[in-house]
């Protein structure tokens, strides 16, 4: 994800999601467990030995590397996560190549290190880079390994998994115009992020969300070797759709379905207030997003902020025929034709991140370390109502300036069933809208700041959890919040069944137990986890 605000303006455009930038590897902390395996200073001498015996040099920073640094934080997206008690990594591997990334992985294995992979920086807890507990791991970031396919006039692309969401929309926008791939709004997020926790987004109602437009994908395995789809075979296939691709290896590939779209879409931004009765509009809002008079061509998302609100519109058509649409199932929204922005698609993804349409600006991967903040997730299945959205405002977001929330509403074709058997994201049928809170501070990342604006926060999240889901909350994997719990590593140096699905049924519900079964299978040792990786299912539940 983008910081959420880079400045303290109002109505800061959030990311969609804040990818898991999932691909994170790494062991827990051996003080969890007495038996759990610490690398010691032998194996990390080792591990670097290898390292240097099979890769160039100039791909490895040390932390005695002057560009350690630097490279450490060229895509980090929370200064949070920037503190000198952050448990930085031994080095970082900057691989750029598929055998650079197999190197990396088999020297890890051989010498007891772990892996923590980092495409585009924005998960929300940092877990591609840090890690929350003392322990030996390498980064390995695929930064330089990005790249796009794009054949014009086929409905497919091969990408890098160190490729941004707005380097791919470049690539296809402008080789293969006339196609896209249904991605999210923050246009620096790592494509493998994206699609690994799921993906959701603008164009999830017509398209799905991101992992269902997976056509084939190349991982490497906690052997080195790199599998294709046939390879793989389907279990695991589906699983790195949507289950957290770090659980299971290192994704370095994906071939994406692209669909077509019109020569021109239109964006429209309307921004009510409370006064100009805001609550009205939520509540009918909430009810037109699943009525069958909705086109699935046509979505649109709320950012809620103090007393404000923004109704972002994306159509997939011309501003005539979305006047006429919207006239008929929200004319209560009061739209005209000088709202209207008509572009190509390209430039609407560059309008609805940047606010201009200046396509270059999707390639920028530049980050900002200005704003610390901290975010959660909900789901509602059942409507607020008029009076939930005038006590939200006025007993929650009018208080502080500070919070955010996205609405991303669902139906259309992300609304099918809530077992796909494409992806294991779970979010599905019923489903009126996702959930993001967001809530920013300044100055240090543990002081007083930062204490306020977490209590706002867990206010926030407390008063919604009358109308979210329940047993369980559902919470979306690609905003990753360690919040809800943490694997704990047993006496065999595995992380714990129990102990994951503490958070995993809230990010994947009944779909946590086969992604535990696959993970068994393709890595029984764990040697790919984290704080959050999905853990082995014991033989014992089989």
């Given at each position: 994800?983008?910081?959420?605000?880079?400045s303290k303006s109002k109505?800061?455009?959030?990311?969609?999601?804040?990818?898991?930038?999932?691909?994170?590897?790494?062991?827990?902390?051996?003080?969890?467990?007495?038996?759990?395996?610490?690398?010691?200073?032998?194996?990390?001498?080792?591990?670097?030995?290898?390292?240097?015996?099979?890769?160039?040099?100039?791909?490895?920073?040390?932390?005695?590397?002057?560009?350690?640094?630097?490279?450490?934080?060229?895509?980090?997206?929370?200064?949070?996560?920037?503190?000198?008690?952050?448990?930085?990594?031994?080095c970082i591997v900057t691989?750029?190549?598929?055998?650079?990334?197999?190197?990396?992985?088999?020297?890890?294995?051989?010498?007891?290190?772990?892996?923590?992979?980092?495409?585009?920086?924005?998960?929300?807890?940092?877990?591609?880079?840090?890690?929350?507990?003392?322990?030996?791991?390498?980064?390995?970031?695929?930064?330089?390994?990005?790249?796009?396919?794009?054949?014009?006039?086929?409905?497919?692309?091969?990408?890098?998994?160190?490729?941004?969401?707005?380097?791919?929309?470049?690539?296809?926008?402008?080789?293969?115009?006339?196609?896209?791939?249904?991605?999210?709004?923050?246009?620096?997020?790592?494509?493998?992020?994206?699609?690994?926790?799921?993906?959701?987004?603008?164009?999830?109602?017509?398209?799905?969300?991101?992992?269902?437009?997976?056509?084939?994908?190349?991982?490497?395995?906690?052997?080195?070797?790199?599998?294709?789809?046939?390879?793989?075979?389907?279990?695991?296939?589906?699983?790195?759709?949507?289950?957290?691709?770090?659980?299971?290896?290192?994704?370095?590939?994906?071939?994406?379905?692209?669909?077509?779209?019109?020569?021109?879409?239109?964006?429209?931004?309307?921004?009510?207030?409370?006064?100009?009765?805001?609550?009205?509009?939520?509540?009918?809002?909430?009810?037109?997003?699943?009525?069958?008079?909705?086109?699935?061509?046509?979505?649109?998302?709320?950012?809620?902020?103090?007393?404000?609100?923004?109704?972002?519109?994306?159509?997939?058509?011309?501003?005539?025929?979305?006047?006429?649409?919207?006239?008929?199932?929200?004319?209560?929204?009061?739209?005209?034709?000088?709202?209207?922005?008509?572009?190509?698609?390209?430039?609407?993804?560059?309008?609805?991140?940047?606010?201009?349409?200046?396509?270059?600006?999707?390639?920028?991967?530049?980050?900002?370390?200005?704003?610390?903040?901290?975010?959660?997730?909900?789901?509602?299945?059942?409507?607020?109502?008029?009076?939930?959205?005038?006590?939200?405002?006025?007993?929650?977001?009018?208080?502080?300036g500070n919070m955010l929330?996205?609405?991303?509403?669902?139906?259309?074709?992300?609304?099918?069933?809530?077992?796909?058997?494409?992806?294991?994201?779970?979010?599905?049928?019923?489903?009126?809208?996702?959930?993001?809170?967001?809530?920013?501070?300044?100055?240090?990342?543990?002081?007083?700041?930062?204490?306020?604006?977490?209590?706002?926060?867990?206010?926030?999240?407390?008063?919604?959890?009358?109308?979210?889901?329940?047993?369980?909350?559902?919470?979306?994997?690609?905003?990753?919040?360690?919040?809800?719990?943490?694997?704990?590593?047993?006496?065999?140096?595995?992380?714990?069944?129990?102990?994951?699905?503490?958070?995993?049924?809230?990010?994947?519900?009944?779909?946590?137990?086969?992604?535990?079964?696959?993970?068994?299978?393709?890595?029984?040792?764990?040697?790919?986890?984290?704080?959050?990786?999905?853990?082995?299912?014991?033989?014992?539940?089989?």
């Open positions: 994800m983008q910081p959420i605000a880079s109505l800061v455009q959030m990311a969609d999601y804040s990818e898991t930038m999932a691909l994170a590897l790494a062991i827990l902390c051996c003080f969890l467990c007495g038996n759990a395996f610490l690398p010691s200073s032998a194996s990390s001498d080792s591990f670097l030995q290898c390292l240097s015996a099979t890769l160039p040099t100039e791909l490895v920073y040390q932390q005695s590397s002057s560009g350690f640094t630097s490279v450490l934080e060229s895509s980090v997206q929370n200064p949070k996560f920037l503190t000198n008690t952050t448990v930085r990594p031994l691989a750029s190549g598929v055998p650079h990334v197999q190197a990396a992985v088999r020297c890890g294995r051989a010498h007891g290190v772990r892996l923590r992979v980092r495409s585009g920086g924005h998960e929300y807890e940092g877990l591609s880079y840090r890690s929350v507990r003392p322990e030996v791991f390498a980064v390995l970031d695929l930064a330089r390994l990005r790249g796009v396919r794009v054949v014009p006039g086929e409905a497919s692309a091969w990408v890098d998994a160190g490729t941004t969401l707005g380097e791919l929309y470049y690539a296809v926008g402008t080789a293969n115009p006339g196609f896209l791939f249904p991605g999210g709004v923050c246009a620096t997020v790592g494509v493998s992020g994206f699609i690994s926790g799921g993906g959701i987004g603008l164009m999830m109602r017509k398209h799905g969300v991101g992992g269902d437009n997976v056509l084939d994908a190349r991982i490497v395995n906690a052997d080195g070797d790199v599998l294709d789809r046939a390879a793989m075979g389907e279990d695991l296939f589906w699983a790195i759709r949507g289950g957290g691709g770090e659980s299971f290896g290192v994704v370095v590939a994906w071939r994406l379905k692209l669909s077509r779209v019109p020569p021109t879409v239109t964006v429209v931004n309307n921004f009510p207030t409370m006064e100009q009765g805001v609550a009205d509009l939520l509540a009918k809002w909430e009810t037109t997003i699943l009525a069958p008079s909705l086109p699935a061509d046509l979505t649109i998302r709320v950012v809620l902020q103090e007393r404000h609100a923004l109704f972002q519109t994306l159509y997939l058509g011309r501003c005539s025929d979305l006047l006429r649409t919207v006239g008929i199932v929200f004319p209560e929204l009061g739209m005209t034709a000088a709202d209207c922005n008509e572009m190509s698609w390209l430039r609407a993804m560059a309008f609805l991140y940047f606010g201009n349409t200046g396509t270059p600006a999707v390639l920028n991967r530049t980050n900002s370390l200005g704003t610390y903040f901290k975010s959660k997730s909900d789901y509602v299945r059942r409507a607020v109502g008029r009076a939930g959205w005038e006590g939200l405002f006025e007993q929650q977001l009018s208080r502080n929330m996205i609405l991303e509403p669902h139906g259309g074709a992300v609304g099918g069933g809530n077992t796909n058997a494409t992806s294991p994201h779970p979010h599905r049928r019923g489903v009126l809208f996702n959930i993001q809170y967001g809530s920013m501070w300044w100055g240090e990342a543990n002081g007083t700041a930062a204490a306020t604006a977490l209590r706002w926060l867990d206010g926030l999240y407390g008063f919604l959890g009358q109308y979210a889901t329940s047993n369980p909350r559902e919470a979306f994997a690609n905003y990753r919040d360690l919040d809800l719990g943490q694997n704990v590593v047993g006496g065999d140096g595995v992380s714990s069944y129990s102990s994951g699905r503490v958070w995993a049924e809230r990010y994947f519900m009944g779909n946590y137990r086969r992604l535990a079964a696959v993970k068994a299978a393709v890595d029984p040792s764990d040697y790919f986890r984290n704080e959050q990786s999905i853990p082995p299912l014991p033989k014992t539940h089989n």
